[in-house]
């Protein structure tokens, strides 16, 4: 998994909870409920750059995940306050995003990166590159940030 610098790039973060009905019998985050906090700081991300999933439909586009690579560095547990950030680094191709869950005290928590290809909606036939409807945003975004 490369190493991202989260401070040069397009992010969101989300604060979150860990809830009852998200850890195991060993009284820690089950692994699968990681892919629920990466979805909620996905969509914020998202949602910052006007390209929600109503929108991302409205384009024409579907943005499915192809691939999903996690690394738990040390596991949540029940109450516990986290931060969940999100970091846009790869576009032009494909949709490659970063993630980090950080406790409250800074301490890393676990690392993951998802990849998500656009596809057709209506012939749900695979694009060979982004559409302009994502990277146009993502490029004045950058320009506001520089």
Not at 5 to 12: L, V
Not at 24 to 50: I, N, Q, S
Request: glycine share 4%.
């Amino acid at each position: 998994m490369l190493k991202t610098d989260f401070s040069s790039g397009i992010t969101a973060s989300e604060t979150l909870r860990v809830p009852f009905h998200d850890v195991d019998p060993a009284d820690v985050v089950w692994h699968g409920r990681y892919f629920k906090y990466f979805e909620e700081v996905r969509r914020t991300l998202l949602e910052d750059l006007d390209y929600s999933y109503a929108s991302m439909m409205e384009s024409g586009y579907v943005w499915p995940v192809v691939d999903a690579n996690v690394r738990y560095v040390r596991p949540l547990e029940l109450d516990q306050r986290f931060t969940v950030t999100a970091c846009i680094v790869e576009w032009e191709l494909r949709l490659v995003i970063d993630y980090r869950i950080h406790g409250e005290d800074g301490t890393l928590y676990t690392k993951a990166r998802t990849i998500q290809v656009p596809v057709d909606a209506t012939t749900r036939e695979l694009l060979i590159g982004s559409p302009s409807a994502l990277v146009d945003k993502i490029e004045k975004r950058l320009e506001s940030l520089a």
